[in-house]
């Protein structure tokens, strides 16, 4: 799936780059179909090509600020995903993995709404979901010019950093003063261009509808980013607005949200060569990426994260199969462990395929080559290679230790992230008697806020799953990292149990109060510092946080090289193929994609159709195996060919494939056919497309959707919602 559950961009292996205030951007000339295409310059760049390829709508239907147009439709939705307005009453469709986590927290064992589904019959009985917003784009503003003029050939790169913030924030403070929009200046092509983008953030986000996981998720991990595939993967939300139209909390004089446009939804259904456009908020791409940076990933990043990832899932997978209860309460832990875990697995096996190291070894060569054909040129760009090969081999020792700290110690037991959450109430603690008296409301408020964050935290926690995940993850740690970067509290606990992991969890589990919902209540019944200093679990988080932005600190130090050899590299690569067009990487904004729908040859004899059908969830059923149940429902349709208007030629269409170049957050993009119309919602890529974030492959990647009839055919048969389909507007 391609949620960016990274929150934090999953896509970006180092640990190191998020702390660059400039985002790294690079370019790619085009091949078919390659692009994520920025919405905004359409006109200028592809307007041609699309129209030639079936495009039915003007650059000024896809994005205006002056009429509707389709952008007012697409939002991003929540913190990774992409969502669609499908109704004139803000009636939203987006993947059922990118609203898991809050169907998950509906969830009970007497409403498994994971199990049955969830259908809202009226608007009465949408769920409201707390913290959840979506956000909608209102305009674009090139404002490279006004950045530009500021910058300087002399500045260093941390100088050029400090002044595109400090021209930024000037830029974005007036684009949205007196109103209630926020804006952003994003850098596109490594800082040569800058955009202003200004949204329209909405914070009633209701669930109306999710199918159960036994449809919207068939096949589960075992098909994540596979094809063929059988799964409805969508759920549907509304957006609310204030009875005067604008964004507002929860409140139950909320009414529906009226958008300036929304998608209407086709029953004409695909076939092989049809026009696909996609429109969404892809996250992270590095198709500039070097082998120096390829080769990191092929020997660190990827290899940690499976060996560590694929010990934490295991022990999950044991803990699910035990009962209901528990495969609900780490439904949605194992979901977000597993996506990228497997994901590395696709992305190493398509770097040796298509042997993309020797590939970008051969860019590399002709790079250099074209420096020395002229003076000026090796002046300019002499350095670049040398300044990014330098650069990942100097931070390489501690990339490996961060990235098993975040894997092992912060994300490995639950205890960790939890834990911290109680410093500030510590320091509130530790203050003198009179600002003691003083703060005594912050305090108070401090202890309500974390009495909600522990409800939660426990609610779907498991304790001897927690502590088996520790013990195996703090043994992998121990065994695998130089003891130079063990967490103090790590070292010392070695020494104190005689390098005994084991002892050690069970010593901590049965102390301390972030293990125990009963300790921690007790604690917060009369918290005192000192029960937080003296809690070994206190101990640990700070100490292993502590640990990390000590690393952090130590590896800056290459970041302004890494920063100034890569924009180097792109700005040279890019000077040396002039003659062709080139798109910015993705970097969260909203892109336009365009292809055709097709399948692919896989190898050898082996060759790939662009549809499934139903009969494919049969064939793969399996009632042992909770990733391939099918409800008896739906069985009964299949088996009476009762498939409504919504089948064709006697089989119900369940997803097909397109050669648009998607990433990580286009999970929920609405895919339409050259009218902007609604015809498929995507939600994966292939497996042989695995590199897509490094290197498009043109022959083989592709991208995943579940057909809208299929969609709809689930909506009307299983859920019985009809009430739904009558709202949108459902075209022939």
Known sequence: MLSKTFKHSTMKKSFLI?????????????????GMWMVNLLNKLNQGELTKMGLRLSSEDIYSINQSSLKDAIVIFGGGCTGEIISDQGLLLTNMHCGYGRIQSHTTVENDYLKNGFWARSMDEELANPGLSVRFLKRIEDVTKLVNSRLTGDMNEQQRRA???????????????????????????????????VYETFRDVRLVASPPTSIGDFGSLTDNWMWPRHKADFAMFRVYMSPDGKPAKYSPDNVPYQPGHHLPVSMEGVKEGDFAMIMGYPGNTDRFMTSYGIRELMEVSHPNRIKIRGRKLEIMNETMNQSPEHRIMYASKYKGTSNYWKYSIGQMEGFERIDLLSERKTLEKDFLRWINGRRRREERYGETLELIRTAYESRRPYENAGQYIRECLLSGPEFTRFAVQTNELKSLLEQSFVKRLFNSKERKKQVANLRSYGKRHFRDYHRPTDQKIAAALLTLFKEDVDSKYYPEAFAKALDEYNGDVQAYVDDLYSRSIFTDRDRYEAFLDDPHAGKLSSDPAFRFANSVYSSYYRLRSMASQYDNQLQKGQRLFVKGVTDMQ????????????????????????????????????????????DPDNYEFIVPDRLKELYQAKDYGPYGEDGQMPVCFITNNDITGGNSGSPVMNGKGELIGLA??????????????????????????????????????????????????
């Open 163 to 197: 002044k595109i913030r400090q021209v930024s924030d000037r830029l974005e403070n007036q684009a949205v003063e007196g109103t209630h929009f926020n804006a952003t200046v994003r850098p596109f092509y490594e800082g040569n261009e800058f955009y202003l983008f």
């Open 578 to 621: 002039s003659d062709k067009t080139f798109y910015p990487d993705a970097n969260g904004t909203m892109r336009l994609t365009y292809g055709k729908v097709g399948g692919y040859k896989v190898k050898d004899a082996v060759r790939y159709r662009y549809y499934t059908t139903l009969e494919g969830v049969m064939e793969k059923e």
């Open 18 to 34: 998020p702390l660059m205030a400039v985002v790294l951007m690079f370019a790619h000339p085009a091949k078919a179909d390659e």
């Open 683 to 732: 939600f994966d890529s292939n497996w042989e497309g695995m590199t897509g974030d490094i290197e498009y492959a043109e022959e083989t990647q592709k991208t995943v959707c579940t057909d809208i009839r299929y969609l709809l055919f689930i909506l009307d048969k299983i859920g019985e919602v009809d009430w739904l389909i009558e709202e949108m507007d459902v075209v022939n």
